[in-house]
């Protein structure tokens, strides 16, 4: 079993709606939840990170942990086609250990 | 914001040659840079830890020999793929955490190196 499971989609939506991502981790010593944004042929970039459980809102975007049943979920409001990339979840027990990262979401945002 | 660079970008060799691929945090010091690899349509899977000054720690499953790793600064890290095969193809990404904070804000990545091995 994956440390992280993601699905890998693709996933496509119209412009303008509300997109879930999950993905779902076993380790239970994972403290810190990470949402990448990645752009075909670039290196992942950072969205947002959660600490725990508990919600973290940023603009259009929501990360959610739910530590009690492992799941973990970003929230993208009116989504642009300039969304469109995949999304890796991540975890790590903490600051200075290694990331674990899911597959990735291809989201594909359509105009 | 911090910014982490790669080069090349793109490397297309022949099978046997040897393939560096340089890692630089351009505007802060990194005691501790990592390397990835990522085949289409899979994860980023950790290769090895690099710390400064000392010898790299590698996953299992990796072969220490044929991937050398050398952070002989707080700046610069090399992946050196040694003996190329077309197996070896992938994108390798690198990533550099800020010495001052352990946080994973502070972990920076590079833009990703595409190996193609003949």
């Known amino acids: 079993q994956k440390e992280v499971e993601q699905d890998p989609g693709p996933l496509s939506v119209p412009e303008g709606a509300i997109v879930s991502l999950n993905c779902t981790y076993s380790n239970s010593a994972f403290q810190y939840f990470m949402w990448y944004r990645q752009y075909s042929r670039k290196g992942p970039e950072l969205l947002m990170y959660?600490?725990?459980?508990g919600n973290k809102e940023d603009g259009r975007f929501t990360a959610q942990v739910d530590k009690s049943s492992k799941y973990i979920s970003l929230f993208i409001r009116d989504s642009q086609p300039s969304d469109s990339a995949t999304y890796l979840c991540a975890a790590c027990s903490g600051g200075y250990q290694k990331v674990t990262f899911g597959t990735g979401t291809k989201l594909q945002v359509i105009p | 914001g911090a910014v982490v660079s790669q080069h090349p970008s793109w490397v297309i060799c022949k099978s046997g040659t040897s393939v560096k691929i340089e890692c630089r945090s351009l505007d802060f010091q990194a005691t501790t840079m990592f390397w990835y690899r990522q085949f289409p349509k899979q994860s980023l899977m950790l290769m090895a830890t690099?710390?400064?000054?000392?010898?790299?720690?590698?996953e299992q499953g990796v072969e220490k020999d044929k991937f050398l790793i050398n952070h002989a600064s707080l700046t610069l890290s090399t992946l050196t793929v040694t003996s190329a095969h077309p197996e070896d193809s992938s994108f390798y990404i690198c990533?550099?955490?800020?010495?001052?904070?352990?946080?994973?804000?502070?972990?920076?990545f590079g833009p990703g190196t595409r190996l193609t091995v003949l």
């Open positions: 990533s550099a955490r800020d010495i001052r904070e352990g946080l994973p804000d502070t972990q920076y």
């Open positions: 959660t600490y725990s459980s």
């Open positions: 690099s710390n400064e000054g000392s010898k790299a720690t590698y």
